[in-house]
């Protein structure tokens, strides 16, 4: 059949008009994307948590399937490949040139629409969620002026909280506790001995990571670090060399309690003077922060606490006067308790009855104040974790944990 022009003019016109009013909405759409990567970076603690990643890349593989479930249910699988990582979270598994493999269901989503197509260039914003695997908004279509916005925004997480590793350290913290069982601590060191690297090409399933050990050279965070030398094992030490400094955090449980070394994975080699200066003022803060963290978990200790056993909850302010260890191993102290008004102050004994072998002496100091909490049946207090059993001294944490304890009775 042939067509006058005047069909063709009408043709060439509706293309245009269905062309002006895909690119606004195509523009909506990753608007309101970039604006939930902006929400997210903006949110250390939830980058942290998440494990995030950003990268500009290209899709390289996309399939949609129906599902019947639902009237709009879509799964989209998508593939990346990564060409440049514009921030990468320490336990992620992104690298340039590898790939990142995405599959959701949403009932409410829609396929992608064009531009998007294998080969599309796209700015992706991921989590790496180890139990369920890489969780990603919706791609962004590729524009410089985009790139600039997240790289502004990423410039500006940066300066908060300098390097992914740094910021995964601030978060560890937030909630930290020097006499936690696991004995965190953050300090300055330095590498002592690196493991040889292949920089060929390796064919493996699963990768070693590389292992370095570091000496510390100054404590920043953590109770009677002895250990000269930490072993790290992390992706990011395999750019470590022998002698560079590093800032380090290891927070993680000991793997053998019996043994002496334990391994970690949080260290970089961003020693500059403006990122010391941070973990100076991340440890002074998480100082500050213990005794709300401590009060915090009294409270579950109380919320969760059967009271038909016998026990019941106590907090005494005085200090140590011997300490030993009972018959069975288990570290006990004789503990004056001044917060009465007695003229003859009465004489505690401590139980700490861990539900793990303490990886080290107790941080015990005959004649130091100190505050404990502890559940008392007849003449013995048991602590069921050091970091409640062995409190900084003062007036207002006193009084939090006492006011929490009368709470109950």
Same mark, same amino acid.
């Not at 000991?254 to 391994?263: F, I, L, S």
């Not at 970089?268 to 002074?284: F, G, I, K, L, P």
């Not at 007036?395 to 006492?402: G, K, T």
């Given at each position: ?43 250390? @603690?939830?980058?942290?948590? @998440? ?14 399937? @129906? ?73 962004? @279509? ?46 300055? /060191? ?169 990886? /080290? ?49």
């Amino acid at each position: 059949m042939r067509r006058t022009f005047g069909q063709f003019a009408v043709l060439a016109l509706l293309c245009l008009v269905l062309l002006c009013l895909g690119s606004p909405l195509l523009w909506a759409e990753d608007g309101a994307t970039l604006s939930m990567v902006l929400e997210r970076l903006r949110d250390p @603690h939830h980058l942290a948590q @998440h494990h995030s990643f950003v990268f500009v890349g290209e899709i390289s593989r996309m399939e949609t399937i @129906h599902h019947h479930r639902c009237r709009a249910g879509v799964e989209e699988k998508l593939e990346y490949r990564i060409s440049e990582l514009l921030w990468n979270d320490p336990d992620s598994y992104a690298r340039s040139g590898g790939n990142v493999g995405k599959g959701f269901i949403d009932c409410t989503q829609k396929r992608l629409p064009p531009p998007f197509e294998a080969g599309s260039k796209v700015i992706v914003y991921c989590e790496a969620e180890p139990a369920r695997g890489d969780r990603c908004l919706p791609p962004v @279509h590729f524009a410089d002026d985009r790139l600039q916005k997240v790289r502004a925004w990423i410039d500006e997480l940066k300066q908060k909280e300098g390097d992914p590793v740094l910021l995964q350290i601030h978060d560890h913290l937030r909630d930290s506790l020097e006499l936690a069982p696991s004995r965190p601590i953050l300090f300055l /060191g330095q590498v002592s001995w690196a493991e040889p690297i292949n920089r060929g090409p390796r064919i493996c399933t699963i990768c070693e990571l590389p292992t370095v050990r570091v000496a510390v050279n100054r404590l920043l965070w953590g109770y009677d670090a002895k250990e000269r030398e930490i072993a790290f094992s992390c992706r990011g030490c395999a750019d470590f060399s022998l002698g560079m400094k590093v800032i380090a955090y290891c927070g993680s449980p000991w793997p053998n309690y019996t043994g002496p070394e334990r391994m970690c994975s949080l260290a970089t080699s961003a020693y500059t003077d403006e990122n010391v200066h941070r973990a100076e003022r991340w440890a002074a803060q998480a100082r500050q922060n213990q005794q709300a963290v401590i009060l915090s978990k009294i409270r579950k200790s109380l919320d969760g606490h059967h009271w038909d056993d016998g026990f019941q909850p106590k907090v005494y302010r005085g200090h140590v006067e011997s300490f030993g260890k009972a018959e069975n191993g288990v570290p006990v102290a004789r503990f004056v308790d001044t917060s009465g008004k007695e003229s003859t102050p009465p004489v505690i004994t401590l139980y700490f009855h861990f539900p793990y072998p303490p990886p /080290g002496p107790l941080a015990l100091e005959v004649g130091k104040p100190m505050i404990t909490f502890c559940y008392q049946k007849d003449d013995v207090c048991y602590i069921g974790e050091e970091a409640l059993g062995i409190i900084e001294d003062s007036d207002e944490a006193f009084q939090a944990i006492r006011d929490a304890v009368d709470t109950v009775h």
